[in-house]
């Protein structure tokens, strides 16, 4: 919300002296959100002043354009020439004209130059070209007469006149307009607010007929109605002015006089052709498949679920959202019905985002807009189409429709005080109560009914958050809370914290990335039709609707990220996340939803609890490129499926578990470069080289890795104890097995560790080797480095030769192994 700061002040007595940016710091520090104090005349400097256009000759050029050749009076005694391209002027007009040695917005410099055959000594300049406005098409034409040749325009143009940029939150929406913005200021600054009152009819239901066959949708349709309207009556120069400084670009009179209630009320309006109309005016929810063309000129279908206003001929609005083309205000229009309606947020909010037509009005109405201010902001219509376009009103005015009962919220007046920690004696709350509107009874325990334009007041909660903002957030104590003596992080917490040091230690990179994924991704996976990754549980209201399901594995989030970085140049990766994935359970029966009066019953919170997903926290890292850069120390080398399975074994060894991998065949991984990674006999994830289907449909380089593990299945260790260290030296031993193509390196090594007994300290592998003459067809050699020592003496190398030969023999015997010579 954009604010003038002088419109503000006509609705509040802004201490003498104040600025605008302590204006803004006021609003600030009582929790509104002011992102910018600007001023159009920031972004301008030099010479820029009004200029009068004496005479022009229209002169046809070889690309097809025709330029004006102008002699433009700026109050120097001679006129200047310039060059302009517009044609939206005549000899007599006064335009703005930025003189050589002028600056516009973005550093425009303006000089004397020779273009089209002339020298143009200047600029008549337009509002985009000014920085307050986006139109481009013609130059600024000021009002006849508001200046003389030489004056400055910045005061005539409002640019020198504050605005405050407000970014309103979804629970503040009544300050999206002056009134609500001038409420705010008053209550910062302890100053008087000046509502607008103005007179209003009887209600007699004369103005215009309308039924409403929706009330959960609509609950009060109000309309006014104008006669004899001037259609070429102009927009009033401060108007004009102050919807620029807002935002907004005028049209017309009508229109602009809508949008300018808007902006000063919060209650957006819209004004029908009444020609146009055909019967009364109705309210109901779109028939399945009919059709609105909508005022910009684009043909909607419309769902059962939208709202509509409509007339004898069927819709002719989309309610809250935008009217239709076959009733909107033309040149010639001269009768007008106005209306004014309270329009369900919720129903407003997801008619915009299924039709993707975001408004000004929308964006009020899905925050919430005062219901009883409709009468007011007709009033102010009929009063300036009254005033400025020589219309008539109507006799009349319609209201279908009653006032809701305001709730009433009981809370203790010394509530506010506990929850703040500081001092805010009774008198302070009821006063800062009564500042937002609300009217406070009672004693120690007050009465509160908050106002119509809150609609978020509804729990003493939120009655207390409006007397500690308004008390002062700078004000409140930072003091941090004492722990708990004997509490700390849990278990589960600890090994987390382990693990994705231990990971981040060995090269990797944490990222995080959005738990929402694209159903396609599921078949870029490669994912069977009854793979349970593909049941995934869809949003109802997902922040894209390109990704509107909850991720059943970190890789697709962790993928993604991967290919923004190679895109960007970062080509050697080592990613890790972790984070909660979501796997639902089979649809059951669905739960009724509690109310917000009392606390859910255990039965109720059960039922909830029974149909959320299981969310199992997973670990995940994904390898690109090189794992280690060439150098002086020797070449590069690049990751591979080993490099994923050590990953994971980093993990395992963090939570001080041994995992043992075995081949695997599981999308997106390489069936023949893919490990599954167990804990005794569970499964616990899977690590490896990505198939080449999959790393081409993501943009991913060739022989891309990734692992994930389930985190949870990981346990959580004891606490340690220190290792007992013999003190006497071991014996080292290697035996090279030779063994045929189906034995595991994993099997192999637990059947040696088994078979040497209690003398063996440690196993490792450091070798495969292969070789068809040597070993024979299909045959490998695995070497292993073995360590012996005994806890009490010196181990003699007949008992560790013992040892040995009696793991050799347990090889043979399981896996046919021979020893290799």
Not at 460 to 487: H, K, Q, T
Not at 774 to 790: E, I, N, V, Y
Request: proline letters at 9%; one cysteine or more; aromatic letters at 4%.
């Amino acid at each position: 919300m954009r604010a003038p700061v002088s419109w503000l002040a006509e609705h509040v007595d802004l201490p003498e002296g104040i600025t605008p940016r302590q204006l803004g710091d006021a609003l600030i520090r009582i929790g509104m959100e002011v992102e910018s104090v600007e001023s159009g005349a920031d972004a301008l400097s030099g010479p820029i002043v009004v200029g009068r256009v004496l005479s022009f000759e229209d002169e046809p050029q070889k690309n097809g354009k025709t330029i004006r050749w102008c002699q433009v009076d700026v109050g120097e005694g001679e006129p200047r020439g310039i060059v302009c391209g517009a044609h939206n002027f005549a000899a007599g007009d006064l335009v703005v004209v930025s003189l050589p040695g002028a600056v516009l917005p973005g550093g425009f410099e303006i000089a004397a130059r020779k273009t089209y055959g002339h020298v143009s000594d200047g600029m008549i300049c337009s509002v985009r070209e000014l920085g307050i406005g986006d139109e481009h098409a013609g130059i600024l034409v000021l009002p006849p007469d508001s200046a003389a040749p030489g004056a400055d325009p910045l005061e005539l143009l409002g640019l020198s006149d504050a605005v405050l940029d407000v970014a309103v939150t979804t629970d503040r929406g009544y300050t999206m307009s002056i009134r609500g913005l001038a409420r705010e200021a008053a209550a910062a600054l302890d100053t008087k607010f000046h509502d607008i009152v103005v007179p209003l009819p009887e209600v007699d239901g004369r103005a215009y007929d309308v039924e409403i066959a929706d009330p959960a949708g609509c609950d009060r349709f109000s309309a006014r109605a104008v006669a004899g309207l001037n259609p070429s009556a102009p927009t009033p120069e401060w108007m004009a002015r102050r919807l620029r400084q807002s935002g907004i670009r005028a049209i017309s009179l009508a229109v602009d006089v809508t949008n300018y209630v808007m902006l000063e009320t919060g209650q957006p309006l819209h004004a029908f052709d009444r020609v146009a109309l055909s019967g009364p005016i109705g309210v109901r929810r779109a028939a399945p498949g009919e059709k609105l063309t909508t005022l910009d000129d684009v043909v909607r279908t419309l769902d059962p679920d939208d709202i509509v206003v409509t007339d004898d001929t069927g819709p002719i609005a989309l309610a809250g959202v935008m009217g239709g083309a076959s009733t909107e205000i033309s040149d010639a229009t001269t009768d007008v019905v106005l209306e004014a309606a309270h329009w369900d947020p919720a129903s407003v909010a997801r008619t915009v985002r299924r039709h993707k037509l975001p408004s000004e009005a929308a964006k009020r109405f899905e925050r919430g807009v005062d219901p009883e201010i409709a009468g007011t902001a007709l009033a102010r219509c009929v009063d300036l189409l009254v005033m400025h376009g020589g219309a008539t009103a109507v006799e009349g005015y319609t209201v279908v429709g009653g006032p809701t009962e305001p709730v009433l919220i009981t809370m203790d007046a010394r509530r506010p005080e506990e929850v703040a920690g500081l001092p805010i004696p009774r008198e302070q709350v009821v006063a800062h109560l009564e500042a937002v509107g609300c009217v406070v009874d009672g004693g120690d325990v007050l009465q509160v009914r908050p106002p119509s334009w809150r609609p978020d007041l509804l729990a003493p909660a939120d009655l207390i958050e409006e007397v500690v903002r308004l008390a002062g957030y700078d004000r409140l104590p930072s003091v941090l809370p004492s722990a708990p003596a004997g509490r700390g992080l849990t278990g589960r917490q600890l090994l987390q914290r382990a693990v994705t040091r231990a990971i981040a230690s060995a090269g990797f990179t944490e990222v995080l990335s959005y738990p929402f994924v694209s159903p396609s991704v599921h078949d870029a996976f490669g994912l069977a039709p009854d793979d349970p990754r593909r049941h995934a549980l869809r949003l109802v209201n997902p922040l894209s609707e390109d990704e509107p399901e909850l991720r059943t594995s970190l890789l697709p989030g962790l993928l993604a990220t991967a290919s923004r970085n190679i895109g960007r140049g970062n080509r050697d990766l080592a990613i890790f996340e972790t984070g909660l994935v979501f796997l639902p359970h089979e649809a059951g029966e669905r739960p009724v939803l509690p109310g917000i009066a009392a606390r859910p019953s255990d039965e109720q919170l059960a039922a909830l609890d029974a149909v959320l997903p299981d969310q199992p926290r997973h670990i995940a890292a994904v390898l690109s490129g090189d794992t280690e850069l060439r150098g002086w120390w020797g070449p590069e080398r690049p990751a591979t499926w080993a490099d994923a399975i050590e990953a994971a074994r980093v993990v395992a060894r963090a939570a001080r578990a041994d995992l043992v991998a075995r081949p695997a065949d599981l999308p997106p991984w390489h069936p023949g470069r893919c490990a599954e990674l167990r804990l005794g006999d569970v499964i616990v994830g899977h690590a490896g080289e990505l198939h080449p289907r999959v790393v081409a449909a993501l943009g991913l380089p060739e022989r891309t890795c990734a692992m994930e593990l389930d985190f949870d299945l990981l346990p959580v260790p004891a606490p340690p104890t220190a290792p007992y260290i013999s003190a006497y030296p071991p014996v080292l031993l290697d035996v090279a097995l030779v063994v045929g193509p189906d034995a595991l390196g994993a099997d192999v090594q637990e059947t040696v560790r088994q078979g040497a007994g209690p003398l063996l300290e440690s196993i490792r592998l450091f070798d495969v080797y292969t070789d068809d003459v040597r070993l024979g067809p299909g045959l490998r050699s695995m070497a292993f480095a073995l360590r012996f020592r005994a806890p009490d003496r010196t181990l003699t190398v007949e008992e560790a030769t013992a040892a040995r030969d009696a793991a050799v023999a347990a090889a043979v015997e399981r896996h046919g192994a021979r020893l290799r010579t």
